[in-house]
Antibody
Framework: EVQLVESGGSLVHPGESLRLSCTAS????????MNWVRQTPEKGLEWVSV???????FYADSVRGRFTISTDSSKNTLYLQMNSLRVEDTAVYYC???????????????WGQGTTVTVSS | EVVLTQSPATLSLSPGERATLSCRAS??????LAWYQQRPGQAPRLLIY???SRATGVPGRFSGSGSETDFTLTISSLEPEDFAVYYC?????????FGQGTKVEIK
């Protein structure tokens, strides 16, 4: 079964760091295009970052320079290292696989269940 | 950055009725648009990609149409499990933005 399971969400203070993990089963993370998407009641769904299978990365302006996306092939796991966390980073964070067909990314076809990050003093 | 505007915010319908949801882009996204369904407490689920292609396992009552800036998701006859929130997302470039969602609720 194709599945993603996130972990690592927690309550942290502003300025602190946190690393989220997303472990895949049924497919190989490193050969796919993998995203982090976050969701809040106020802002809805917000794309955060993507990691291509050739190592290229993109980030939303709101997290660039603070967040880093990466993988560990030996663990078939995707990570999101989040530094200098802000109150506005509070959200449910999802990892999601992107559907790649005919040289384009079409839609996010596999999602994890989400992990909650709360940034509060 | 492409801004996606969904309407209406809420759609109140009865099971068996037809639902028509709209997504408008601030600039052309060609046909690079996806639709998702999110039920309470669950992650989003991909329904439609490339504006009109159904994802694997998606029932035939879901259909998508449109191009450039105006897109529609149609549910031909609502089943009880279809009452949920629906989001559009463009796949033209990064950042890939989402609409704010349309909630389909039971009337």
């Amino acid at each position: 079964e194709v599945q993603l399971v996130e972990s690592g969400g927690s309550l942290v203070h502003p300025g602190e760091s946190l690393r989220l993990s997303c472990t895949a089963s049924g497919f190989t993370v490193s050969t796919n295009y993998m995203n982090w998407v976050r969701q809040t009641p106020e802002k809805g769904l917000e794309w955060v970052s993507v990691l291509y299978n050739d190592g290229i990365t993109f980030y939303a302006d709101s997290v660039r320079g603070r967040f880093t996306i990466s993988t560990d092939s030996s663990k078939n796991t995707l990570y999101l290292q989040m530094n200098s966390l802000r109150v506005e980073d509070t959200a449910v964070y999802y990892c999601a696989r992107d559907l790649y067909r005919s040289a384009r990314l079409r839609g996010m076809d596999v999602w994890g269940q989400g992990t909650t990050v709360t940034v509060s003093s | 950055e492409v801004v996606l505007t969904q309407s209406p915010a809420t759609l109140s319908l009865s099971p068996g009725e037809r639902a028509t949801l709209s997504c408008r882009a601030s600039q052309s996204v060609n046909n690079y648009l996806a639709w998702y369904q999110q039920r309470p407490g669950q992650a989003p689920r991909l329904l439609i990609y490339d504006a009109s292609s159904r994802a694997t396992g998606v029932p035939g009552r879901f259909s998508g149409s449109g191009s450039e800036t105006d897109f529609t998701l149609t549910i031909s006859s609502l089943e009880p499990e279809d009452f949920a929130v629906y989001y559009c997302q463009h796949r033209l470039n990064w950042p890939s933005t989402f609409g704010q969602g349309t909630k389909v609720e039971i009337k």
